[in-house]
């Protein structure tokens, strides 16, 4: 059997045709690559932060390095884990959802706020552009320090692949 000139331009869109599921999503230039990343901030003056960034299992404590459609199924969503240097903090773990290009993580801190002698509660929520990695914390908090009335503390933030 030969090929003759007709056939080869419906074999190349057969072929072409086929490839497309294997090409790479829309949102798939902007999404963070997994990988452990500097969190340089404004916020913390006696530690700083890695966050060990892996595919989103779909649970706040679950995370996978692993590219698997059963325990990672295509989200742009990715897990983070945050790991205080030194360990003087509380690591935390939880789903940074993705939407419209930006990336939004949200953390209970058992030790947001520094007090001299104790630590008290605060809520944070980290929002960075995924394609710039540069974003803010907002931190809410019921209690300041020494009877001070809550509030809200905004600060920056970027991202530094290691």
């Given at each position: 059997m030969?090929?003759?000139?007709?056939?080869l331009?419906?074999l190349a869109a057969?072929?072409?045709s086929?490839?497309t599921?294997?090409?790479?999503?829309?949102?798939?230039?902007?999404?963070?690559?997994?990988?452990n990343?500097?969190v340089?901030?404004?916020?913390?003056?006696?530690?700083?932060?890695?966050?060990v960034v892996?595919?989103?299992?779909?649970?706040p404590?679950?995370?996978?390095?692993f590219?698997?459609?059963?325990?990672a199924?295509?989200?742009?969503n990715?897990?983070?884990?945050?790991v205080?240097?030194?360990?003087?903090?509380?690591?935390?773990?939880?789903?940074?959802?993705y939407?419209d290009?930006r990336?939004t993580l949200?953390?209970?801190?058992?030790d947001g706020?520094?007090?001299?002698?104790?630590?008290l509660?605060s809520?944070?929520?980290?929002?960075?552009?995924?394609?710039t990695?540069?974003?803010?914390?907002?931190?809410t908090?019921?209690a300041?320090?020494y009877?001070?009335?809550?509030?809200?503390?905004t600060y920056?933030?970027?991202?530094?692949?290691m």
């Amino acid at each position: 059997m030969t090929l003759t000139r007709v056939a080869l331009p419906a074999l190349a869109a057969v072929v072409l045709s086929a490839a497309t599921p294997l090409a790479p999503t829309a949102h798939a230039a902007a999404e963070m690559k997994i990988g452990n990343y500097e969190v340089a901030n404004d916020r913390w003056n006696d530690h700083s932060w890695v966050w060990v960034v892996t595919h989103s299992c779909g649970a706040p404590d679950c995370g996978t390095v692993f590219e698997d459609p059963v325990i990672a199924p295509e989200t742009p969503n990715v897990n983070v884990i945050g790991v205080p240097r030194p360990l003087k903090s509380q690591r935390f773990q939880n789903t940074a959802f993705y939407a419209d290009g930006r990336y939004t993580l949200t953390v209970d801190v058992i030790d947001g706020v520094r007090c001299v002698g104790y630590n008290l509660p605060s809520h944070d929520v980290y929002s960075w552009d995924a394609a710039t990695l540069a974003g803010t914390i907002v931190s809410t908090y019921d209690a300041g320090c020494y009877g001070a009335p809550g509030g809200t503390s905004t600060y920056t933030f970027g991202l530094n692949r290691m």
